[in-house]
């Protein structure tokens, strides 16, 4: 016999899993032509945070490999969506800047993802979202 505190674990985890799947797969749909979700989700940190942020750091706020981080910078570098310079206090590091070019394209990929999430929202209802992002939040924090 399962101990019902697993089933629950299990049933929230396959929960969150497939609605990640599912949204990861959506974003992917409507978001422009090249872009990853990996360069939406930078674009638009740096976009919030206002300030630079070393690849360290970055890898550390999405979980992610320094490499993988490294690889999602350069295709932003290429793309002129990022200014990535040498940090003048420290030559031994860099700092990851948004430019223009990234702000547009973030504000651009916004607005194609909106009415998606709009859609979503109005179906769930937004008393329910309120409800469930204060949950969501502090699982995060417990996993983090």
């Known amino acids: 016999m399962t101990d019902p505190t697993n089933a629950l674990a299990i049933a929230l985890f396959s929960e969150i899993l497939t609605a990640d799947q599912l949204v990861r797969n ?6 422009p ?3 990853e979700i990996s360069h939406f989700s930078v674009l638009n940190h740096l976009a919030h945070v206002e300030e630079e942020r070393t690849p360290a750091q970055l890898a550390q706020t999405f979980h992610v490999t320094r490499g993988a981080m490294t690889n999602t910078l350069s295709k932003l570098e290429w793309a002129g969506y990022v200014h990535i310079r040498p940090d003048w206090d420290d030559a031994r590091r860099k700092l990851v800047g948004i430019s ?3 702000r547009l394209a973030r504000d651009t990929a916004l607005e194609a993802i909106a009415p998606m999430v709009e859609e979503v929202i109005g179906d769930l209802g937004t008393e329910k ?3 469930v992002l204060p949950i ?5 924090s417990r996993l983090d």
């Open 136 to 140: 969501l939040r502090e699982l995060r």
């Open 26 to 31: 959506r974003l992917s749909k409507v978001l």
């Open 129 to 131: 979202v309120r409800a």
């Open 100 to 102: 223009r070019a990234g």
């Open 33 to 35: 032509k090249g872009m």
